[in-house]
Nanobody, 123 residues
Framework: QVQLVESGGGLVQAGGSLRLSCTAS??????????ADWHRQAPGQPQRELVA????????YYVDSKKDRFTISTDTAKNTVYLQIDSVKPEDTGVYYC??????????????WGQGTQVTVSS
């Protein structure tokens, strides 16, 4: 079974930076992260909005409003996807979720979500 675990959230002052991590683990020895997304759920909002993605061609994608301050990256050796947020703003506050399409020999390619990590930006 594959699990995604996010970390790196917390309370940060406006203007600061933080890096979120999303690590995939499985009971098998080898997995491949095909694609990965970061989503944000704002306080009081039921829906999650896409923030950044790593596509199959290996190129990152960002929603227009996040291009200048958000950076998505991967470390394949650690099965980890990162989201760097610079010059954080109060409107970045929310729960950040990682979603990924992951292949293992046992399950083939499946979609998974992490449990989320809370980011709170103080002004």
């Amino acid at each position: 079974q594959v699990q995604l675990v996010e970390s790196g959230g917390g309370l940060v002052q406006a203007g600061g930076s933080l890096r979120l991590s999303c690590t995939a683990s499985a009971s098998v020895s080898w997995l491949i992260i095909n694609t990965a997304d970061w989503h944000r759920q704002a306080p009081g909002q039921p829906q999650r909005e896409l923030v950044a993605s790593f596509r199959k061609d290996g190129r990152p994608y960002y929603v227009d409003s996040k291009k200048d301050r958000f950076t998505i990256s991967t470390d394949t050796a650690k099965n980890t996807v990162y989201l760097q947020i610079d010059s954080v703003k109060p409107e970045d506050t929310g729960v950040y979720y990682c979603a990924a399409n992951i292949w293992t020999a046992a399950t083939g390619s499946q979609n998974y979500w992490g449990q989320g990590t809370q980011v709170t930006v103080s002004s």
